[in-house]
């Protein structure tokens, strides 16, 4: 995936974000956000952020069929400040069962590795039903949040 121009401040002053690309993403819930961080960064030279797009696989296909490919494993360690976020995923399609069992396993890799990653000093954002991974993560219990209004129940 091509990631956007570095910026200019030295890595030492970039907070660092770190996209979780699960298995059917939804695109606008990368774009949208990134997009906010990338105009701010071109507003205020004193604000800089330096991306990462991380996954359980290198490839990963998007809600619209479109394969996301070169993405990063999901990283041992984040350094404190960092934020984390978790876009949503569309519904598995049930007729594809073959499918749904491996984007399943993806989906439980990204449950430990949020379990095991996010810590206090770290910022988590999930973004529509992105909430769903951090909520199977026990990275919600005694928080208020919301998600798509499809999904409440579940959360």
């Given at each position: ?13 970039q907070t ?28 205020d ?13 290198p ?22 400040g ?6 949503g ?15 399943a ?32 993560a ?16 579940e959360?």
């Amino acid at each position: 995936m091509t990631q956007p121009p570095e910026p200019s401040l030295p890595a030492s002053q970039q907070t660092h974000v770190i996209v979780v690309v699960p298995p059917r993403v939804l695109l606008l819930d990368i774009a949208g956000p990134i997009e906010v961080l990338r105009v701010a960064g071109q507003m205020d030279a004193g604000v800089a952020y330096r991306i990462s797009f991380v996954a359980p696989d290198p490839d990963l296909v998007s809600s619209v069929g479109l394969t996301l490919g070169c993405l990063e494993p999901l990283p041992d360690h984040i350094s404190e400040g960092a934020i984390v976020l978790v876009p949503g995923s569309a519904d598995s399609d049930p007729a594809d069962c073959g499918r749904c069992s491996a984007e399943a396993e993806q989906e439980a890799r990204i449950v430990a590795w949020l379990r095991q990653v996010v810590q206090p000093g770290i910022r988590l954002i999930t973004i529509c039903s992105g909430a769903l991974l951090a909520g199977r993560a026990g990275l919600l219990d005694g928080h208020s949040c919301t998600t798509h209004h499809e999904s409440i129940a579940e959360l």
